[in-house]
């Protein structure tokens, strides 16, 4: 039976650490958008019915995209009283109202397309793309696994300059388990800010030609092996 209770090993079984990493490169599966829509007016019922009008408008051009629109949120709503003060008296002056919308979408086609549309509503702002990987994306497992081959490909070669081979896995862990900050499996891409016209124009803008970014999904594993005697 194996001893493996010596936490360097023995001479009769040493023992070899290594790290296995991968960092590879994928295309993105979503693009994230998000979106402020505003208003303002003297009256704050006033206010409320153009923030309304506006958020409902923004609302049903994402859902015309079907399921190009994988995710659908309404974020923080509010209205504010902007007050001019003269004197001792405080008086609003104008209510501002906005709200936040995040999009994401899994169609890059009607990406372009419903950014330049939302783009060109009054009183939105829109920002982004923010590309990303799906959490559960079959990119994490192959870094995961190309991060293991590569460990094993160093032992052996530790191994074999030693004039030596591996003869078992003592153990492998993931950097996360050793109480060490994780690595950042996805790169996002902040695509920038596209502010909204005053007004619509009269005739439909172009879409956007958004080029996806490429995400760096990176892994790291510590690996301890049992090797056979070395031959020095």
Same mark, same amino acid.
């Given at each position: 039976?194996?001893?493996?209770?010596?936490?360097?090993?023995?001479?009769?079984?040493?023992?070899?650490?290594? +790290?296995?990493?991968?960092?590879?490169?994928?295309?993105? @599966? $979503?693009?994230? =958008? /998000? !979106? #402020?829509?505003?208003?303002?007016?003297?009256?704050?019922?006033?206010?409320?019915?153009?923030?309304?009008?506006?958020?409902?408008?923004?609302?049903?051009?994402? +859902?015309?995209?079907?399921?190009?629109?994988?995710?659908? @949120? $309404?974020?923080? =709503? /509010? !209205? #504010?009283?902007?007050?001019?003060?003269?004197?001792?008296?405080?008086?609003?002056?104008?209510?501002?109202?906005?709200?936040?919308?995040?999009?994401?979408?899994?169609?890059?086609?009607?990406?372009?397309?419903?950014?330049?549309?939302?783009?060109? =509503?009054?009183? #939105?702002?829109?920002?982004?793309?923010?590309?990303?990987?799906?959490?559960?994306?079959?990119?994490?497992?192959?870094?995961?696994?190309?991060?293991?081959?590569?460990?094993?490909?160093?032992?052996?070669?530790?191994?074999?300059?030693?004039?030596?081979?591996?003869?078992?896995?003592?153990?492998?862990?993931?950097?996360?388990?050793?109480?060490?900050?994780?690595?950042?499996?996805?790169?996002?891409?902040?695509?920038?800010?596209?502010?909204?016209?005053?007004?619509?124009?009269?005739?439909?803008?172009?879409?956007?030609?958004?080029?996806?970014?490429?995400?760096?999904?990176?892994?790291?594993?510590?690996?301890?092996?049992?090797?056979?005697?070395?031959?020095?």
């Amino acid at each position: 039976m194996t001893d493996t209770t010596q936490p360097y090993g023995t001479p009769d079984q040493p023992r070899l650490a290594v +790290r296995g990493e991968a960092r590879l490169q994928f295309d993105p @599966e $979503t693009a994230r =958008l /998000s !979106i #402020t829509v505003s208003a303002r007016g003297k009256d704050r019922r006033a206010a409320l019915e153009d923030l309304t009008r506006r958020n409902t408008t923004v609302l049903e051009l994402a +859902r015309s995209y079907g399921e190009a629109i994988e995710e659908l @949120e $309404t974020g923080a =709503l /509010s !209205i #504010t009283p902007e007050l001019h003060q003269r004197g001792r008296d405080e008086k609003v002056r104008a209510y501002h109202g906005r709200v936040h919308i995040t999009a994401v979408l899994n169609d890059f086609t009607a990406l372009g397309e419903l950014t330049t549309r939302i783009g060109d =509503l009054d009183m #939105t702002r829109i920002d982004g793309p923010w590309w990303a990987l799906r959490p559960d994306s079959p990119a994490h497992g192959e870094a995961r696994r190309q991060a293991v081959h590569e460990a094993v490909q160093r032992a052996r070669e530790y191994a074999a300059a030693l004039g030596a081979q591996l003869a078992a896995l003592v153990e492998l862990a993931d950097l996360g388990a050793e109480n060490t900050p994780p690595p950042a499996y996805a790169r996002s891409a902040y695509g920038g800010a596209l502010p909204a016209p005053a007004g619509a124009a009269p005739d439909a803008a172009p879409a956007l030609d958004l080029e996806p970014q490429q995400q760096t999904v990176h892994a790291q594993v510590n690996a301890r092996f049992i090797m056979t005697p070395p031959k020095l």
